[in-house]
């Protein structure tokens, strides 16, 4: 699985020849990219409609490539009467398999305008990942261990003020077993500036079994 951080709580994950954007914030100030750098892509993944998820650049993208846009149900058919002509218009729980890549929506406790706020647990044929979004930690985030193990990577909020603080997210790395989990949606502004080594050090007390990738906006790893 290759990850690229496109900063904040945008990521680029490549998997069994797919593209996926999740979150893709490509006009905020830590994007190393913009929407016309982007001339591929399969699914694209809007966890919740506040501006830094980048809901109107996914927009940009879904015309582009026409990659298969994907979110809770409201947010998906406001996108669709937008035009954007492939949508998945799931809710809390549900699935959808595009192409051999099983798309699963699960809550997220937090905020939004438009719908309800969500993660997603995306299983390729060969490797799980889970993006939280935004949210605090909740104690059912033990239920996606049991419903998707292994999950090979965890992107996690760690910034506080909006969502989990570097504590809460290692409460969550434990709860949810991953072989790997990279903090995200912190630094962008003052107000969620977060130490990822101090997240980096409690997940090595409290999951030993899970590593920690820190990635810099632009920088990208191979799991
Ligand atoms: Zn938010």
Redesign the pocket.
């Known amino acids: 699985m290759k990850v690229t951080f496109l900063g904040h709580a945008s990521f680029k994950i490549e998997e069994d020849g797919k593209i996926i954007y999740v979150d893709p914030w490509l006009t905020g100030p830590t994007s190393p990219i913009t929407v016309d750098d982007v001339d591929k892509a399969d699914i694209v993944l809007v966890t ?1 409609d ?1 501006g ?2 980048g809901y109107a650049e996914a927009l940009g993208i879904c015309k582009n490539t026409g990659a298969t846009f994907i979110a809770i149900n409201e947010l998906a058919h406001k996108a669709g009467s937008q035009g954007v002509k492939d949508i998945h218009t799931l809710n809390i729980g549900g699935s959808v398999n595009i192409g051999g890549v099983v798309v699963t929506l699960v809550q997220a406790f ?3 305008g438009v719908g309800a ?1 969500t993660g997603f647990v995306v299983r390729f044929p060969s490797g799980t990942f889970y993006h939280a979004g ?1 949210t605090g930690v909740f104690a059912s985030m033990s239920l996606f261990a049991d419903l998707y193990s292994p999950i090979d990577l965890v992107l996690i909020p760690i910034g506080s003020y ?1 969502t989990c603080d570097v504590h809460q997210a290692a409460l969550a790395t434990k709860l949810l077993k991953p072989k790997n989990v990279i903090p995200m949606h912190y630094d962008t502004f003052p107000v969620i500036e977060a130490n990822p080594e101090k997240f980096k050090h409690l997940v090595s007390e409290t999951s030993p079994d899970t590593n920690v990738i820190i990635l810099k906006p632009g920088e990208e790893t191979e799991i």
């Open positions: 919740h506040h830094d998820h937090h905020s939004c706020p935004d909006f």
